[in-house]
């Protein structure tokens, strides 16, 4: 009997629901849809192609492109054929590229464009171990002996049959290793964290248990699947329940693909929520009269509706009809105009989100659900469940799982989600995992209702030059909370007082000039912009401690990016990298008295 991974979920989804959509591609503007069993039929392929090509039990093959049918099929192949998948974010360098690929001794990797290519055949001769690039459907194959069209790799699939490709799903073990996901890297180069079958398929049971996902349900597949809430998402959920995924057609789609396709469940990293808030405000701010106090009326009625279903709680009879009556003259228009017309969860994790922003979207009657967990434990270690939701935290501990604190506040996971360890890295597995618990490196505490609450990064704190400890990341979220600021990094160890460096929206920076007709120049040489960013952080010192506040600020020309080296590709911030990038500003901002 085989054992309960997700490849084996996957064969049984061709059985029980052969004809029903397991995902859909848009071609010539039409969403085509691709039934369980031609799915199942794709992923099997690609085993019997990669085991042709002489791929081992054991082995590994690296993805890089966008999210797509090719990338999840090729990353399930070798899963199947008893390897492990290894993503690789598009926005990577061609040198970072080089460093997963062969850190994870990568037989073969699939690219979705001559772009990528391009960075492999950039440091191919750092690249010994790899054997074979695969590209996407539709992408033209390089004159290269290792380059393999998608065609021709599918046509490899003729020379193993279905027996042996079976015993292989038949051979693999709860303990064995089904995807490395490698870390952003914002302290170093990424490590590789092995995950098991057994994490993947209890996490993706886990999963749908906390959103409610059934057979019925969709989404659409967009961020990054190198990171692991994707790939659960896109990937292992589907598998295990038979919902449905849409592949976005691109980054710059998504707001149109979420109108066409109505997801019911959505996920979304802050600065996608940043985003959809910025838009919404400012479209709304344009209604008057009679049109803004129906939605002013509107937005206390869904505030006070879910203010109790958060508690678990229905609103009463007078209440219920207010929001029936609500629903009718503003979110049954307004939730479609985003996409989430149809969506019964919405969802949130991968770094902070402002309570505000929390706020905001519960007066539209668009709940967000916020989620924290890490790589480390496969996705999940706390959550806002439906009618167990405390904006400003991220949760209680989730079923299974045991969460505690260490004697400094760190956050201590135990449970079936907890990694097996780095890749070909005893001595961080060694400090990582101890007495059976995954230390996360993230300091928290519980509030007196069982929530957690997270404070800091123990790596990411700052001592004074007066010995004061100060977590920065809250401080930061308070900045970020105006529509104004984008990034802000709080500078100050072993400094005498803090400073802050900050980067500005520029759709909002816009939208502020035009208002007060003032011309748009460089973001740090407007003096009314300075003025408004001042009163930003004088509101922000109201609110802490003196040792806390910020003494100085400095308003960055430029945003952080990925490209610029200041993100990761999960889009956190490398606090190294910019504190090196902008040593000149900082300096600057204690030289003068």
Not at 300 to 324: C, M, T, W
Not at 380 to 388: R, S
Not at 393 to 420: C, Q, W, Y
Not at 456 to 468: F, Q
């Amino acid at each position: 009997m085989r054992a309960d991974t997700i490849p084996a979920r996957l064969m049984q989804q061709a059985v029980q629901r052969p004809h029903a959509p397991a995902y859909y591609t848009k071609h010539g503007g039409a969403w085509r849809a691709t039934s369980w069993k031609a799915y199942v039929r794709e992923i099997r392929r690609a085993a019997r192609a990669l085991l042709a090509l002489g791929f081992e039990p054991g082995g590994k093959v690296a993805q890089l492109g966008f999210n797509c049918p090719e990338w999840v099929i090729f990353h399930l192949g070798a899963m199947s054929a008893g390897g492990a998948g290894v993503g690789v974010y598009t926005t990577c360098s061609a040198e970072e590229v080089q460093y997963v690929v062969h850190h994870s001794e990568a037989f073969a990797v699939f690219l979705d464009s001559p772009e990528q290519w391009a960075k492999i055949q950039a440091q191919r001769d750092q690249l010994p171990l790899l054997e074979y690039a695969v590209m996407a459907r539709g992408v033209a194959a390089a004159d290269d002996p290792m380059v393999l069209s998608w065609d021709q790799f599918d046509a490899k699939a003729d020379e193993v049959d279905d027996a042996t490709l079976d015993q292989h799903l038949d051979a693999l073990a709860p303990e064995g290793l089904a995807s490395l996901i490698y870390t952003s890297g914002t302290t170093g180069p990424p490590k590789g964290v092995m995950l098991t079958h057994d994490n993947l398929a209890w996490t993706a049971g886990l999963s749908q248990s906390l959103v409610g996902t059934n057979e019925n349900d969709c989404g659409l597949s967009y961020l990054p699947l190198s990171h692991i809430a994707e790939q659960t998402l896109t990937v292992y959920v589907p598998a295990s329940v038979g919902a449905s995924v849409y592949y976005a057609e691109s980054l710059d789609k998504v707001a149109d693909n979420l109108r066409e396709i109505q997801p019911t469940t959505f996920f979304g990293v802050p600065r996608i929520w940043e985003k959809f808030y910025t838009a919404v405000s400012a479209k709304l701010s344009e209604a008057a009269g009679v049109k803004r106090s129906i939605l002013d009326w509107a937005r206390g009625v869904a505030r006070q509706v879910h203010a109790a279903r958060n508690r678990g709680r229905e609103p009463g009879p007078l209440l219920a009809v207010q929001y029936k009556l609500a629903d009718r003259l503003v979110f049954s228009k307004l939730k479609p105009a985003l996409g989430l017309g149809r969506t019964h969860m919405c969802v949130s994790g991968a770094a902070p989100i402002s309570k505000e922003i929390l706020d905001f979207f519960a007066s539209l009657d668009i709940v967000i659900h916020e989620i924290y967990g890490q790589s480390e434990d496969s996705g999940p270690t706390t959550f806002n469940a439906i009618g167990q939701t405390k904006f400003g935290t991220v949760g209680v501990p989730v079923p299974g799982v045991d969460v505690a604190l260490g004697d400094d506040g760190e956050i201590l996971v135990r449970g079936k989600n907890v990694f097996a360890g780095y890749y070909k890295d005893q001595a961080a597995t060694a400090e990582t995992l101890r007495d059976g618990w995954l230390h996360s490196g993230d300091l928290g505490a519980f509030d007196s209702d069982g929530f957690l609450v997270i404070t800091g990064r123990k790596k990411e704190i700052i001592i004074t030059a007066g010995g004061k400890n100060i977590a920065p990341k809250n401080i930061e979220a308070a900045l970020k909370n105006s529509q104004l600021i984008n990034e802000a990094v709080i500078i100050g160890d072993r400094r005498k007082y803090l400073t802050a460096l900050l980067t500005l929206d520029p759709d909002a920076v816009a939208g502020f000039c035009r208002e007060r007709g003032i011309a748009l120049g460089p973001f740090d040489a407007i003096p009314e912009l300075r003025a408004a960013v001042q009163e930003i952080v004088d509101e922000v010192n109201g609110h802490l401690a003196q040792v806390e506040t910020v003494k100085k600020f400095t308003i960055l020309r430029d945003d952080f990016s990925v490209a610029g080296g200041e993100l990761t590709p999960t889009l956190k911030v490398r606090r190294s990298v910019v504190s090196e990038l902008y040593q000149t500003q900082i300096e600057a901002m204690y030289a003068e008295p």
